[in-house]
């Protein structure tokens, strides 16, 4: 079975500073995809960036980037630019190519943005 | 992107009575919904796939008969949590796949007192 691991509960960044936070997975597929989501205080899911597992160049949006070493098993999450804003639970998860399409998700990263 | 909606977005119960939760996509089909729960500061935890015109599939370790799932159209799903007792309280997510992208309704916080 695919997991996802995320092994930093909380993360502090200064304003317009960048953090990374990580993101390891382990499965035994070769199709897949991962994705960074945000949940700030409202609870409400947001998608930060997904990538796809055949696509070698890693995917970006804006200032968010992530950092995929598919050997490694392996998808961080870059944020350039810390904003007030980016404070909140990051989870980090995974989707099978194949006929399964439930997310796992990891078990989140809380942000503070320290101003 | 697409849009989830859920109604209500808080909901508060006594003991015993049942509460419907609704999942509606606005502006796409969705053969396929999800349902999780969350409690505060963990993950989502994914309880069932509720499949438009067929039942539903529950996850290892939640109560088919507790937690009712109807998806009659496409895009409707409601979840219903029968002879609801305190221990059920918790933050209710439906979410559906949209062009690759999971997407996720508001929330429903359900309390019961």
């Known amino acids: 079975a695919q997991t996802v691991t995320q092994s930093q509960p909380e993360m502090s960044v200064q304003e317009a500073e960048t953090v990374t936070l990580s993101c390891t997975y382990d499965?035994?597929?070769?199709?897949?995809?991962l994705f960074w989501y945000k949940q700030p205080p409202s609870r409400q899911m947001i998608l930060v960036i997904r990538?796809?597992?055949?696509?070698?160049q890693n995917a970006t949006e804006n200032r968010f980037s992530v950092n995929f070493q598919k050997a490694a098993k392996s998808f961080s999450l870059k944020i350039s630019d810390s904003q007030l804003g980016d404070a909140a639970m990051y989870f980090c998860?995974?989707?099978?190519?194949?006929?399964?399409?439930?997310?796992?998700f990891g078990t989140g990263t809380l942000l503070a943005v320290q101003p | 992107g697409a849009v989830v909606s859920q109604h209500p977005s808080w909901v508060i119960c006594k003991s015993g009575t049942s509460v419907k939760i609704e999942c509606r996509s606005l502006?796409?089909?969705?053969?396929?919904m999800f349902w999780y729960r969350q409690f505060p500061k963990q993950s989502l935890m994914l309880m069932a796939t509720?499949?438009?015109?067929?039942?539903?599939?529950?996850e290892q370790g939640v109560e088919k008969d507790k937690f009712l799932i109807n998806h009659a159209s496409l895009t409707l799903s409601t979840l219903t949590v029968t002879s609801a007792h305190p221990e059920d309280s918790s933050f209710y997510i439906c979410?559906?796949?949209?062009?690759?992208?999971?997407?996720f309704g508001p929330g429903t916080r359900l309390t019961v007192l």
């Open positions: 502006d796409f089909q969705a053969t396929t």
């Open positions: 499965t035994s597929e070769s199709d897949y995809y």
């Open positions: 979410s559906a796949w949209s062009k690759l992208t999971q997407f």
């Open positions: 990538q796809e597992a055949y696509k070698q």
């Open positions: 998860a995974y989707r099978s190519g194949g006929a399964t399409n439930k997310l796992i």
């Open positions: 509720s499949n438009e015109g067929s039942k539903a599939t529950y």
